[in-house]
Nanobody, 115 residues
Framework: QVHLVESGGGLVQPGGSLRLSCAVS????????MVWYRHGPGEQREWVAM???????NYADSVKGRFTITRDSAKNTVYLQMNSLKPEDTAAYYC?????????WGKGSLVTVSS
């Protein structure tokens, strides 16, 4: 079975940083595309960042230059480093493993940016 577990969320002040982790079991992340989504209060789900199986990162314009997606194949974990956080970054952040035609989701990690 494939399981994804996000961690690292919490309360942070504007301008602060957090690092989210997505620990994967049951499949090697190196054969899949790894994606971070977020779902803010009263908003639609938003794609945030992706690491392709080839190792190429892509970012939404709203986070470009502030967020960085990385992966550690040895730990089978994907990370989202979030810097210069803004109140509008407040959301539940979800990790998605895309191994066509299958998608596997984690349960999410809540990030709150507030003073």
């Amino acid at each position: 079975q494939v399981h994804l577990v996000e961690s690292g969320g919490g309360l942070v002040q504007p301008g602060g940083s957090l690092r989210l982790s997505c620990a994967v079991s049951g499949i090697r992340i190196s054969i899949a595309d790894m994606v971070w989504y977020r779902h803010g209060p009263g908003e639609q789900r938003e794609w945030v960042a992706m690491m392709t199986r080839g190792g190429t990162p892509n970012y939404a314009d709203s986070v470009k230059g502030r967020f960085t997606i990385t992966r550690d194949s040895a730990k089978n974990t994907v990370y989202l480093q979030m810097n210069s956080l803004k109140p509008e970054d407040t959301a539940a952040y979800y990790c998605l493993l895309k191994w066509t035609p299958l998608d596997y989701w984690g349960k999410g990690s809540l990030v709150t940016v507030s003073s």
